[in-house]
């Protein structure tokens, strides 16, 4: 938090408690004079919806610079804000839904190379998404030799910034998210994901769900299903 008055907030490195709602409104009490300041998040995309949730309660600067895959390809663009809530073991995903524009998004590639491939694997989720539902020309470079993310880091930076510039692509076309324009992109694969993740009591891993999401909705399409096997098979990491 830039602010010479502020604390310093430490959010716990887990998404429920990053992104539960009850945790942040609690967090908001202890910040002071924060309205009309700056604010920035450095991290992955639970910690961008929860610094996304602080600024928009104190209708501040917020500046997003997105460390992982997912961050930067998803969850920075679009200026949604998402938060859980947990009460009397009820799992609400996304109980709190809004829009609050960052000032500024800094993708810096610098933050690649310290990602797991697991934590890479999870991420490419999204790229794999827009490949299938928005871009046959994105489709044809994850299937080919040229796109190695664990081996290649241009070529993770290359996937990356094409997407965010789908999504950003989207948007403006539908900012509305029609059910037959933006929506039938972005949501693609999310209804199955979303349940998956609140089955898990919020423990799976929206990446790990996005995979699954797309392997269930894609079973009625047989070539679509030979598609998503096969990019499982060259880019899921354990």
Sequence with gaps: IIHKDAPVILLKSHEIEWEEIKDLSSSLQHIQGLKGGKIAAIG????????????????????????????????????KVRIHRVKD????????????????????????????????????????????????GLLEYLLSPAFDPFNNQSSL???????????????????EEHEDGANAILRAA??????????????????????RGMEIDCESDPEKAKTVEALAKKLWKK
């Design 44 to 79: 992955g995309g639970s910690l961008l919806y929860a610094v996304g949730y602080i600024a928009e309660q104190w209708q501040c600067e917020a500046t997003y610079i997105p460390t992982t895959v997912l961050s930067m390809s998803d969850t920075s663009i679009g200026g």
């Design 190 to 211: 999310h209804t199955v994901a979303d349940q998956l993740e609140v089955e898990s009591k919020l423990q799976m891993r929206h990446g790990k769900a996005v995979w």
């Design 157 to 175: 930076l290359k996937a990356t910034m094409w997407t965010a510039d789908l999504k950003r692509i989207c948007l403006t076309v539908d900012p």
């Design 89 to 136: 073991d009820v799992y609400e995903r996304h109980f709190y839904r809004s829009y609050y524009e960052p000032n500024r998004i800094i993708l810096d590639e610098r933050f690649l190379p310290s990602l797991s491939e697991h934590e890479i694997s999870l991420g490419i989720a999204e790229i794999v998404k827009h490949a299938l539902y928005q871009s046959p």
